[in-house]
């Protein structure tokens, strides 16, 4: 890192999951080193390439065909201009655009990938990709037409092309012609060397920059889910001792023992110990939603220890095929452009986070319902006197939770079970890996709304409790939810309280409870 400036600095060195999401998030640059070593360490590569090209030698996707058809063989002066055929023919993507924090991580793990020196990749085409990122210009991605096989050759695509100055980019707040943004940015459109269109789209930047974020969301989601587990603990009357660390330290996940630390610590009562049991506990053992909450939740914190060590490992690599070894000489044909580790990581990732889902939808049902909520009003009416009798406070609002947490439940079918055989057969074993991350950020979206629909019945049982004020810290939560949403006196439209919660939840900060 450049101390004066922020900048993280491009040197071959591996990123953590955390500068990746600085950039992506824009909130640093990115600088090419000037070590002379460096930039030698790039030419390595490039000059075993040139070496093989000069003897005539079939090097994959530069002077020969591509997949299936790689047994063709072309003289150089046709493989240059069929570098550029091949970013051209891979515009069949179709779908909304992938999200644009999504694409800058994905255009920094290419940098990742080519820094290393094995993708015989130029000094220039690093510098051009890093020119993007700090100038703000995000190519335009649709999400669908990746398998994962060769890597996200169709999403990919549409990053090169922008660089050549073609198709369309998000820019300045607005999505214009790539073209047009480089124009006004004084970048002339970038022409590719040999080997470096098949380089830049040979590879799993797309799906591995949905998976860093959709695994910084996750962590927001599950302190989210804390705070509002606490929340309804206290609403329902509920035995705190289920978190007490004794049975964590019997079962010493640390995932588990993080998750009942911290709803004991948002228990803490400045009541009577004595006084407090009697006035709070009327059951024995609360139900499994409650019970066993740092169970459910723990086991999410502990996979992403895992999923966060594959995803860095993934965004560190050379994952394009060919490559080059510069101590060799030699040309290897490869397949690191497979997304097996990413959709692992991200099936894993998915299940857990509708597993929370799950929890929150199963919290909220206990909270409205009269037969189970240990005193409080049917759906959590608040409404007066006889309006009580035509108001229905949280009933749509459970089923809403349902259903939402219903999709996340059905999106959790493992995307590594459906590879399938494509392109002639070549690519007859496929990863899925950008289709499992796509599903592990949309299972994210879906639960960030179960999770606001939680926080906010929650927030509801807790005043018609009333007496949050002898737990500080649950009162602190309640407040920061009544900054964005008030309660439900009479029936009125919730939809804008479960966006402006969810979004807080996706932003981070309000619920932030420094996870590990």
Known sequence: MNSDTGEI?????????????????????????????????????????????????????VNTGYGKSCGKRMAME??????????????????????????RAAMLTRILCFSRGYSGASMELIRHLAEFLNRGITPVVPCEGSVGASGDLTPLSYIAAALMGEGEVFYRDS???????????????????????????????????????????????????????????????????????????????????????K???????????????ATTLESLQDPYSLRCSPQILGVAYDALEWITRWVEIEANSANDNPLFDPDAGTVLMGGNFYGGHIVFAMDSLKAAVASAADMSDRQVALMVDPHVNRGLPADLVRAPGDDAMYNHGFKAMSIASSALTAEALKATMPASSFSRSTE??????????????????????????????????????????????????????????????????????????IAAVARAISDGGLFNLDTP
């Not at 799993?204 to 302190?223: F, K, N, P, Q, W």
């Not at 709803?263 to 009562?269: D, G």
């Not at 994210?444 to 409790?465: D, P, S, Y």
């Open 175 to 261: 999505r214009v012609p790539a073209a047009e943004a480089l124009r006004l940015e004084g970048l002339a459109p970038y022409t590719f060397a040999p080997k470096e269109p098949l380089a830049m789209m040979n590879g799993t930047s797309i799906m591995t920059g949905i998976a860093a974020l959709a695994i910084d969301r996750t962590r927001r989601i599950l302190d989210a889910s804390i705070c509002a587990t606490a929340l309804s603990i206290h609403a329902l009357m509920g035995n705190a001792h289920h978190y007490d660390p004794v049975i964590a330290r019997a079962k010493p996940h640390p995932g588990q023992d993080h998750v009942a630390r």
């Open 9 to 61: 600095i491009i040197e071959g060195r591996r990123l953590t999951l955390g500068e990746i999401l600085d950039v992506a998030r824009g909130r640093r640059g990115v600088a090419i080193s000037s070590d002379p070593g460096f930039a030698a360490k790039i030419k390595r590569s490039q000059d075993v390439l040139m070496a093989a090209l000069e003897k005539g030698a079939p090097v994959y996707g």
């Open 78 to 103: 046709v493989s240059t201009r069929n570098g550029s055929n091949l970013i051209r023919f891979h515009g069949c993507g179709t779908g909304a655009a992938v999200g644009i924090q999504e694409v």
């Open 424 to 497: 002639s057969h070549n690519q007859d074993k496929v990863s899925m890996g950008t289709i499992g991350a796509r599903d592990a950020a949309r299972i994210c979206e879906l639960t960030e709304r179960v999770t606001a629909i939680h926080l906010l019945a929650a927030a509801q049982a807790c005043e018609i409790r009333g007496n949050i004020g002898t737990r500080p810290r649950l009162a602190a939560i309640l407040e920061k939810i009544r900054s964005m949403a008030g309660p439900v006196i009479t029936d009125r439209p919730m939809d804008r309280d």
């Open 263 to 277: 709803i004991s610590e948002l228990l803490q009562s400045n009541e009577d110990h004595e006084k407090l049991a």
